[in-house]
Nanobody, 117 residues
Framework: QVQLVESGGGLVQAGGSLRLSCAAT????????MGWYRQAPGKQRELVAR?????????ADSVKGRFTISRANGRNTVYVYLQMNSLKPEDTAVYYC?????????WGQGTQVTVSS
């Protein structure tokens, strides 16, 4: 089992920045992939960015050059961050931390990001 706790959402003006954090605890040694998804009202959940073991990253085309995903290891915790710069109103969504550990998907509770124009 892996537990995820997210933080860092909020309201920001267009052009601003936010940093999302996700702390993973539990069976962290079997984590293969960490990532962030988002879901806007009336839309499907979509992959924003992910990082796999070894540090390889990938991004949705809509956020390339503006968002950066990173990972840090603590004593019994693994952190995944999403630095979001040059935010646009279309980035408004609930952002979810996602971890693939073994063959299972784990999801955070979601954090709201609202970008005003």
């Amino acid at each position: 089992q892996v537990q995820l706790v997210e933080s860092g959402g909020g309201l920001v003006q267009a052009g601003g920045s936010l940093r999302l954090s996700c702390a993973a605890t539990g069976n962290i040694f079997i984590i293969n992939v960490m990532g962030w998804y988002r879901q806007a009202p009336g839309k499907q959940r979509e992959l924003v960015a992910r990082i796999i073991n070894g540090g390889i990253t990938s991004y949705a085309d809509s956020v390339k050059g503006r968002f950066t995903i990173s990972r840090a290891n603590g004593r019994n915790t693994v952190y995944v961050y999403l630095q979001m710069n040059s935010l646009k109103p279309e980035d408004t969504a609930v952002y979810y931390c996602n971890v693939i550990a073994g063959a299972r998907d784990y999801w955070g509770q979601g954090t709201q990001v609202t970008v005003s124009s």
